[in-house]
């Protein structure tokens, strides 16, 4: 069986549309990211590798704790180097979303000082 030139166009057209539909549901689906900057207080690790949930100390005295999601730049940053910031008192960025009432991290970064003047 042959398609005609018309119903290729069509089916292209519907496989785009498909495409452009999935991106903007995944896009406008996904909670909005926030960030907390803070020290590490606590880090709950079954390795270096399994980080199940960590805690922060921001400036303004809050402990705001986080699960471990999926993190984007976990190959620059993977998340059992937060033991070490831990130990070392660095801050630590973290972007996080809500999700199902929880904090859950999808970013780490070492958190920038500011200079003193």
Known sequence: MRLGRSAVVAIGVAVAAIAVAAVLVTTFARPPAKTE??????????SLTDVRRFA???ADGRTV????????NGAQFPPGHLGEHEATAVPVRVTYVDENGER??????????PSPT
């Open 37 to 46: 900057v803070g020290i590490v207080v606590f880090v709950d690790s079954v």
């Open 56 to 58: 922060i100390r921001t």
């Open 65 to 72: 704790e986080f699960t471990v999601g999926t993190l984007e």
């Open 104 to 113: 859950v991290a999808v970013r780490l970064e070492d958190a920038v000082l």
